[in-house]
């Protein structure tokens, strides 16, 4: 009933038009090349934060599925994977561009999109309130075992060294300690006063991904070339097969995306390798499967829904994107957990309905605007950047009216860069940015109460050991690939 | 696309050693101020907590360093197919400075002159250096995107720099 009266209420014609307008934009923004999804969001975040709370929350969310729907558009088209998730949709769906059936890949993403959006929608709206149940009983010591798990998680599974995930990770936690503490007392600012409140988060985001990513195009300099779409749908056997590859992803991805520090990059690989074992011919993989790209996008799709799962009932983002959600949570002062389905009922069921109409609305939309999307792309770089770096900086100084915090962005867009073309990941700072003063409050929280607590806790120490299973995890396939010299991509 | 690190170019040990010496005056920095707190606001209440966090960052952040400086520096590799393509890369390895010292100067002008001014200025530059459009184009293109963005922002409401003279 709750669902329903959410989907009811996100059809309303004012949400219908964020879920609208959010969708357009995000696409728009995910379709240029050299914007992924986070930046998308991260540039596009405080431009929201004129909207009322409901409005802020979907148009987000909106942008978001746009953002990714866009970045597989120029996987497709262009072999320039908008996001990272977006690389294994390129496997198939480019190899079908240049066999010149750029049209069934792009109807094909856009359909399995929508069925594991849908599907997930769904799950959301089954699991979120039961595991908000859950977590009623969560004292300091869990939210504190929690936080960690989720930053070791991220920090362990990010691919490259562990040890440099795990500082950069730290040096998060003491960017987020700037400014002035839960007990007013100003640390880290060195007598500066514009230090006092700390960085606001929408400049960190910016600067890390929007102007990093445009120094980093700036870089590598990429050309692109784009094809003519040509015929649209694909066949019914096309259609039939990629049903079944979607579901299979769908049911693979969602579990796992629900993980912290377990991305859709990672769901998405899982699911294509699935997908390869179980057909007749997996030679046909990485040469324009169909089913290739159907398994790819329905799985980046049910792992961005499974992410919102703790995000709404533990209030733990499983990653940058759903960092950026949870800060616009906390600007309206609303606090995701389990308390979030029982207080703000109206808000969150109105959220996970808009999940539904923003699906329905990619769908419609995206398939006849696939053309408009594809001429886009072809706007050139050098009049691109300028335009986004002009947004970067109009988006830090909005939420604040403070030029000081468009230096903020401009420092971290210098770190964000650095941070990548020296091989660092950035995702453990941002997770860390966002849980600092989750980890910090818990502890002090804990250490008020008595450091005996955390011996009485069992929910704590089961979090901590599911961390150290990450990092076991991760080195124990690290050393495998390294043993085995297995190549994780596709050629 | 690729993302095997076998094809990056991978830090050298001077680059190494930069990183080394940063996360550790960072660590330094942090314990300095944890300590300060501890010892010298012992008396404010939650300081003692608030410089112990300090403490236990900077510990954590100088163990991880030391474990890194631990690990053997790679090189990056002599030749290959990367080193080959190269040439365009090492070609284009000054841009990304162009235009952060391009975005720097923009930072800048936003806190001297008008929104519009500024962006006109910063659009101009870009243009002009990245794009290597003609002087008109470049004008026309600079100015029409910086009127427009004014007149859009002031439309949806939102707050800009107002320096100097304003043209909305």
Redesign the interface.
């Given at each position: 009933m709750d669902l329903i009266n959410g989907i009811l209420s996100a059809a309303s014609p004012e949400n219908l038009l964020y879920a609208l307008v959010g969708s357009l934009v995000g696409t728009l923004v995910g379709v240029l090349p050299g914007i992924g999804s986070i930046s998308a969001v991260a540039i596009l975040f405080p431009?929201t934060a004129?909207l009322p709370p409901d409005g802020m929350i979907i148009t987000m969310a909106a942008i978001f599925y746009g953002s990714m729907y866009g970045g597989s558009t120029t996987a497709i088209l262009m072999?320039?994977?908008g996001e990272?998730s977006s690389?294994v949709t390129?496997f198939d769906g480019y190899a079908m561009t240049r066999q010149g059936r750029p049209g069934p890949a792009l109807a094909i993403s856009a359909i399995t999109s929508f069925m594991a959006g849908v599907i997930g929608s769904v799950l959301v709206a089954l699991i979120g309130p039961s595991v908000a149940r859950l977590a009623f009983d969560f004292g300091p010591a869990e939210y504190l075992g929690l936080a960690l798990f989720g930053m070791t998680a991220i920090s362990a599974l990010s691919?490259?060294?562990m040890?440099?995930a795990?500082?950069v990770a730290?040096?998060g936690?003491?960017l987020v300690?700037v400014g002035v503490?839960?007990?007013?007392?100003p640390?880290?600012t060195f007598g500066q006063t514009d230090l006092l409140l700390g960085f606001e988060l929408a400049p960190v985001m910016i600067g890390l991904f929007g102007?990093a990513e445009?120094?980093?195009s700036?870089?590598?300099?990429k050309s692109v070339t784009v094809h003519a779409l040509g015929k649209l749908m694909p066949t019914r056997a096309e259609l039939r097969s990629s049903v079944g590859s979607a579901l299979r992803a769908t049911a693979v991805s969602f579990p796992l995306g629900m993980l912290p520090g377990m991305a859709t990059s990672i769901c998405s690989f899982l699911a294509y390798q699935l997908e390869r074992k179980v057909s007749r011919h997996p030679e046909r993989f990485g040469k324009g499967a169909i089913e290739g790209v159907a398994a790819a996008e329905a799985a980046n799709n049910a792992a961005g829904m499974a992410h919102f799962v703790p995000l709404l009932s533990l209030g733990i983002p499983t990653g940058a994107t759903m960092a950026l959600l949870l800060a616009a949570f906390n600007m309206y002062g609303i606090t995701p957990g389990p308390t979030l389905f029982t207080q703000h009922s109206s808000l969150i069921w109105t959220l996970i309905g808009s999940f539904f109409v923003a699906n329905i609305i990619m769908l419609i939309l995206n398939l006849p605007l696939v053309g408009l999307w594809a001429r886009l792309i072809t706007v050139?770089?050098?009049?691109l950047?300028?335009?986004i770096?002009?947004l970067c900086?109009?988006g830090s100084?909005?939420p604040r009216?403070n030029?000081f915090d468009?230096?903020v962005c401009?420092a971290f867009?210098?770190l964000g860069?650095l941070l990548h073309k020296?091989?660092w990941p950035v995702a453990p700072l941002v997770l860390a940015y966002v849980l600092g003063p989750v980890i910090?409050r818990s502890?002090?929280q804990v250490?008020a109460i008595s450091p005996d607590l955390l011996l009485e806790r069992p929910g704590f120490w089961a979090f901590i050991a599911a961390g150290l299973f990450a990092v076991i995890w991760s080195r124990s396939g690290q050393a495998k690939r390294a043993r085995t010299g297995v190549?994780?991509?596709e050629e | 696309m690729t993302s095997d690190p076998a094809l990056k170019i991978l830090p050298s040990s001077r680059s190494k050693t930069i990183e080394l010496v940063l996360l550790g005056l960072v660590a330094i920095v942090v314990f300095a101020e944890g300590y300060r707190f501890v010892t010298t606001l012992s008396g404010s209440i939650g300081a003692a907590e608030a410089g112990t966090y300090l403490l236990l960052l900077a510990g954590l952040l100088a163990a991880l360093t030391s474990a890194y400086a631990l690990q053997p520096a790679r090189r990056a590799p002599a030749a290959g197919p990367e080193a080959e393509a190269g040439d365009e890369g090492r070609a284009g390895r000054h841009k990304p400075w162009i235009g952060l010292g391009l975005f720097f100067g923009y930072v800048v002008l936003l806190g001297y002159v008008d929104y519009a001014i500024a962006t006109f200025a910063f659009l101009a530059a870009y243009l002009k250096y990245f794009g290597q459009y003609r002087t008109v184009t470049v004008l026309v293109v600079a100015a029409a995107v910086a009127l427009g963005s004014a007149y859009l922002w002031q439309v949806l409401g939102v707050a800009m720099p107002r320096n100097g003279f304003s043209f909305f």
């Open positions: 431009f004129y072999n320039v994977p990272v690389v390129a691919g490259g060294s040890v440099k795990f500082i730290v040096l936690l003491i300690s503490d839960m007990s007013d007392v640390r880290l102007v445009v120094l980093g700036l870089e590598s300099g050139p770089y050098p009049v950047a300028p335009i770096l002009l900086a109009i100084y909005v009216n030029l468009v230096w401009f867009g210098v860069w020296r091989d910090e502890a002090r250490w190549e994780s991509g | -």
